[in-house]
């Protein structure tokens, strides 16, 4: 969250749509570098959703799921800080 902040700091009015738009361009490029570098690297397709199956250990959704939320959860608490000024 923390380099989220540093990194992504758009204006107060940026609506809530965008924020998501640019969480879920976030997930589809780490799906990108993700699946090219596993198929580069010699993975199998099950090898790689491994990582993706929840019901196995998979933690993979949970932290992309985060990583698509984290712009308005970021611009939330920019907010909020400058509310407490």
């Given at each position: 969250?923390?380099?989220?902040?540093?990194?992504?700091?758009?204006?107060?009015?940026?609506?809530?749509?965008?924020?998501?738009?640019?969480?879920v361009?976030?997930?589809?490029?780490?799906?990108?570098?993700?699946?090219?570098?596993?198929?580069?690297?010699?993975?199998?397709?099950?090898?790689?959703?491994?990582?993706?199956?929840?019901?196995h250990?998979?933690?993979?959704?949970?932290?992309?799921?985060?990583?698509?939320?984290?712009?308005?959860?970021?611009?939330?608490?920019?907010?909020?800080?400058?509310?407490?000024?």
């Open positions: 969250m923390r380099v989220t902040q540093s990194v992504f700091n758009p204006p107060p009015s940026t609506s809530q749509s965008t924020l998501i738009g640019v969480g361009a976030w997930v589809g490029a780490i799906l990108a570098f993700e699946v090219a570098l596993g198929r580069a690297t010699g993975a199998s397709w099950p090898r790689i959703l491994e990582d993706y199956d929840l019901a250990g998979g933690l993979m959704p949970i932290g992309l799921l985060f990583l698509a939320l984290a712009p308005s959860l970021a611009v939330r608490r920019n907010e909020q800080r400058r509310r407490q000024r």
